[in-house]
């Protein structure tokens, strides 16, 4: 028959399976990437006090940042075990364990060697778990900056094409648009010197041609640049645009007027 063992051994045994099993559930804790780190370290400091010696007088604390989480009963006294965790580009963090009455000397104050250990286990955990969660939120940052870096390069790119097609426009209707306009005139001054000679009719071909050229550029003017928007604002534009694809491409559409109190995003 196997010797049962000696009740220190028992104790022992049993603030190991304590310690083990506070371990297990820290690591599941901080392995959560959906909540925030304050919630996390809330239930972290919530669980520590009863994995030491006497958990009925321990209470614990974690210090990070604008983070500082404790559970119930701390306060800072004499019988303290602490420990640093120091993130990459990171300030320091502190786990501390306390004991609320005094209790017999040990290896540590009243704390065990292995509560120190534990500590420092703990403290190594949080280190590598805040560290994680800086990374991700400088990443996140760096994706914000990134994105918000395309958006304004994406704006003054539409602007300068704007600007671009609003000369393209004015050209077309200053000059282009003008010359044809010239040139009809001409033609139909032409056009009854052209009686006697029996032309005409193609007169009355190249006119028309000449008045297709002018109907076709106007057309092409107001879809590069629609000089309703600069004159009568982004409204009456909107309905111009709406108008026209009904027109062209048998798209039935509704402009909907923003409600003066929407907000803008």
């Not at 304590?18 to 820290?26: F, G, P, V, W």
């Not at 044809?180 to 007169?203: P, Y």
Request: with cysteine; net charge negative.
């Amino acid at each position: 028959m196997s010797t049962p063992p000696s009740d220190l051994t028992l104790h022992k045994l049993q603030e190991r399976v304590k310690e083990l099993t506070a371990l297990h559930k820290t690591a599941r804790l901080l392995q959560d990437d959906d909540r925030s780190m304050r919630d996390v370290l809330r239930d972290v400091v919530a669980l520590l006090p009863a994995a030491w010696q006497y958990p009925e007088i321990a209470a614990a604390r974690i210090c990070f940042r604008n983070v500082d989480e404790s559970s119930s009963g701390f306060q800072t006294t004499p019988w303290i075990q602490s420990a640093k965790f120091t993130p990459l580009l990171g300030e320091d963090g502190i786990l501390q364990i306390v004991y609320l009455e005094e209790r017999p000397t040990e290896d540590e104050g009243p704390f065990l060697a292995e509560e120190r250990e534990l500590v420092d286990s703990v403290a190594e955990m949080l280190r590598s778990y805040v560290q994680h969660k800086l990374a991700n939120e400088n990443l996140e940052l760096q994706v914000q900056e990134r994105t918000s870096e395309l958006r304004r390069l994406a704006t003054e790119l539409s602007l300068a094409e704007a600007r671009k097609n609003r000369e393209i426009a004015v050209d077309l209707h200053d000059h282009v648009i003008q010359e044809f306009a010239f040139i009809k005139l001409r033609a139909q001054q032409f056009r009854g010197d052209a009686v006697f000679c029996g032309f005409e009719n193609r007169f009355d071909e190249i006119i028309a041609l000449i008045e297709r050229a002018i109907q076709f550029t106007r057309r092409l003017t107001f879809e590069i640049s629609t000089p309703i928007l600069y004159e009568l604002g982004l409204s009456a534009a909107l309905e111009w645009l709406a108008e026209h694809y009904e027109q062209h491409h048998k798209l039935s559409t509704k402009v909907k007027p923003q409600s003066r109190f929407a907000k803008s995003s």
